[in-house]
């Protein structure tokens, strides 16, 4: 076996007939119309009776052509296309790209919408991971747990739309800070989702951490190493489920987030079960963030000095922070003109759906659900 | 480390520099296998974080190609580009990380350019068969693959 072939498998699906006889290899599609994948994705099975041997992942269903959107269109005209990759963490699309953006333009935002804006992204870091668990938990057949998420998501998603009047795709910030001031009363509904929110955490808890099907779903499932995830580029919960104590928000801070003490929660077994605890420690401590934030927002100006016209010099800059998914990185290139010369989008989705061959191999059927679950994949961002 | 590279690789390496406080490698092409793996292997890069591509149709050497690398033990992210005139290929860098495999389809995809020694080299977001490579800056964004729309989704124009 060569070395990439350790990864990823690459079907030969021509070659079946051959050996058709006197085998039970079975290839079976699985999407692009299916419930548990999340989106228009379509995964391709290779099959020993219910033994996983190979897939192939067949993605671009949901391909708009952002990147090529976004060389036709001036970098404020773009801002709201990034909340439609991944479109249940809008909030962290933005930021990312406002943020790469006054980069390039060596200006930065004022302290009072840093501040807004680690507030609302770690809101929707919650609202994030809140869905992940409610659809994972779905498709591995708990249905209540999506009741309880959406009805707890939907109190991140008024306090959004109070904000800037959208729920999903907010575009809630501007190149250069944030375009709206807090409304009246914004500190006191988020001091009181604080205290609302982790009674109903431990709710989630309750109902599956020690639920024994849930452990029998996801305790070894899934697999896969620290070194592997390296390997494969693969980052966020899933990485530090694996051990890797990697953070942006510490590894390189941005927005206001070197003012505030948080845990980089982590697990050791690289499991599906670890990657649970990891994303429900990691909610605990959105909220620790939250908490210090809201007590503390300076006061000030909301939004940098900058020109009416965005012209950056010609330069290119890479700039990426932690998203719910991974690291979601935006690398833009300026040719001094006010349209991009080129956007491009590191999705953490497309890339950590990569791993999805290689900690499916050998297993089940039933665990290809589970695991698509546990990576936490937005096809919106996958396809771009 | 840019002294200890530039020692190895003379006038393979171009320039290396830091803008905005970021830094880059522009190479020579016929570096690139090579170079690759002693970043990952000697100064520690054993993160790819991504590959892809910048398109000048007026160059003589068209395209950009870019792998963005990171390194756990030092905290530090590096830029390497290089320079390719179009048809010429790559070494694939997937032997070097695995990662790299679905980022260079992309960039295939997109613009082209082909990796050779790369397992599986084929279209990942557009349909296989589809004509044309939309982020080069001669497509237009309107235009599309007609053919094929016309054959596989039955209808007179996607538009």
């Known amino acids: 076996m060569t070395d990439s072939a350790k990864y990823i498998s690459h079907l030969e699906l021509g070659e079946r007939d051959e050996t058709f006889l006197d085998s039970n290899e079975l290839i079976i599609n699985m999407g692009p119309q299916h419930p548990a994948t999340h989106g228009v994705l379509r995964v391709i099975l290779k099959l020993d009776g219910e033994k996983v041997l190979g897939t192939e992942c067949v993605i671009g269903y949901l391909h708009r052509g952002v990147e090529k959107i976004a060389e036709h269109r001036t970098y404020t005209m773009f801002n709201p296309y990034v909340d439609r990759m991944d479109y249940v963490a809008a909030v962290s699309n933005g930021l990312g790209y406002c943020e790469a953006v006054e980069k390039l333009l060596n200006v930065e935002a004022p302290p009072r919408a840093n501040y807004i804006r680690v507030i609302l992204a770690e809101l929707n870091r919650l609202a994030s991971h809140m869905l992940w668990l409610g659809t994972h938990a779905l498709d591995i057949g708990a249905m209540t747990p999506l009741f309880y998420t959406f009805r707890d998501r939907e109190e991140i998603l008024k306090i959004f739309e109070k904000y800037c009047g959208a729920r999903l795709t907010t575009h809630a910030f501007r190149i250069g800070g944030c375009q709206y001031e807090t409304y009246e009363g914004f500190e006191r509904d988020v001091e009181k989702f604080l205290a609302f929110v982790p009674p109903k955490i431990d709710e989630y808890e309750e109902l599956l951490t020690g639920n024994r099907i849930w452990l029998e779903r996801t305790r070894g499932v899934g697999v896969i190493s620290g070194k592997d995830c390296v390997a494969l580029g693969v980052t966020g919960p899933v990485l530090r489920a694996s051990g890797v104590k990697w953070d942006i928000r510490k590894a390189k801070p941005y927005a206001a987030y070197s003012d505030f003490d948080f845990e980089i929660p982590t697990g050791q077994n690289g499991d599906t079960y670890d990657r649970y605890l990891v994303r429900m420690r990691e909610m605990r401590q959105s909220l620790r963030i939250i908490e210090q934030a809201v007590g503390k927002i300076p006061e000030g100006p909301i939004m940098a000095r900058i020109p009416k016209v965005l012209k950056p010099p010609v330069g290119e800059i890479y700039h990426s922070i932690e998203a719910p998914k991974g690291e979601l990185g935006y690398f833009v290139v300026s040719d001094g003109s006010t349209q991009p010369y080129r956007v491009r989008v590191r999705p953490p989705s497309f890339v950590n759906l990569q791993a999805l061959d290689m900690m499916v191999r050998g297993a089940l059927v039933a665990d290809v659900v589970a695991v698509i679950g546990t990576l936490d994949i937005v096809l919106g961002e996958v396809d771009r | ?159």
Not at chain 2, 10 to 27: C, D, H, P
Not at chain 2, 52 to 78: C, G, M
Not at chain 2, 87 to 94: I, Q
Request: net charge negative.
């Open chain 2, 1 to 159: 480390m840019v002294t200890r590279l530039k020692q190895q690789y003379g006038t393979g390496i171009r320039e290396a520099s830091t803008y905005l406080g970021q830094a880059y490698m522009v190479v020579d092409f016929s570096v690139i296998p090579e170079l690759l793996q002693v970043l990952r292997d000697q100064e520690e890069f054993d993160y790819c974080v991504d590959v892809t591509a910048l398109h000048y149709p007026q160059r003589e050497k068209q395209f950009d190609v870019i792998w963005i690398l990171y390194s756990f033990a030092k905290n530090e992210r590096i830029r390497v580009k290089t320079m390719i005139a179009d048809g010429e290929a790559l070494p694939s860098s997937t032997p070097v990380w695995p990662t790299a495999n679905w980022l260079e389809r992309e960039v295939y995809d997109m613009f082209g350019i082909r990796f050779d020694g790369h397992p599986d080299l084929k279209r990942i977001l557009l349909p296989e068969g589809w004509k044309g490579h939309p982020l080069r800056k001669d497509y237009g964004i309107t235009q599309q693959d007609q053919e094929w729309v016309q054959i596989n989704l039955g209808i007179e124009s996607g538009q």
